[in-house]
C-alpha cells in the first residue's frame, strides 16, 4: 500500500520509489478508518468533542438518529456541532420517530390519519 500525506494512492504490488519509506506491516491491519454506525452519541459528541472512546478503537466516522430518534432541530444541531467540531466525522439521519413527533405532537402513538 502507498500512502502519500494522510491518502492512500496505491493498494497492491508496488514497487518503491527510491528513498521512500517502507514500513514492514507483516502481520499487522492497515485502515484508514472504521464507521460506526450503530452508537448513541448525539449528545455525547457535544459534550466531548474528542471522542476519545471512539477514536481510540479506531472509529473515523459516526452516524446518529439511526434508531429513530435525532437531534432535533438539525440545523440547531448542526451548528452546535460546527461551533465545537468532535474528532470523527458525523452523519446525522433524520429520525422517523422524531418526525412523526414533530407532525403529530404529543399524541404521535396512536395511528396517523391522512390530516
Do not use: C
Not at 51 to 69: K, R
Not at 73 to 79: I, T
Not at 87 to 109: F, P
Request: hydrophobic content about 35%; proline content about 8%; cysteine-free.
Amino acid at each position: 500500500m502507498r500512502i502519500e500525506g494522510d491518502t492512500i494512492t496505491g493498494v497492491g504490488a508496488i514497487t518503491p520509489r527510491p528513498g521512500e519509506a517502507i514500513v514492514d506491516g507483516t502481520g499487522l491491519v492497515l485502515a484508514p478508518g472504521f464507521i460506526d454506525i450503530h452508537n448513541h452519541s448525539t449528545d455525547g459528541l457535544l459534550k466531548e468533542p474528542a471522542s476519545t472512546t471512539q477514536v481510540s478503537q479506531g472509529i473515523t466516522t459516526l452516524a446518529v438518529g439511526q434508531d429513530g430518534s435525532s437531534p432535533w432541530p438539525l440545523p440547531g444541531y448542526f451548528e452546535q456541532l460546527r461551533a465545537n467540531p468532535p474528532a470523527v466525522n458525523v452523519v446525522v439521519l433524520a429520525g422517523h420517530a422524531t418526525i412523526r413527533q414533530q407532525v403529530m405532537g404529543s399524541d404521535y402513538k396512536r395511528h396517523a390519519r391522512a390530516a
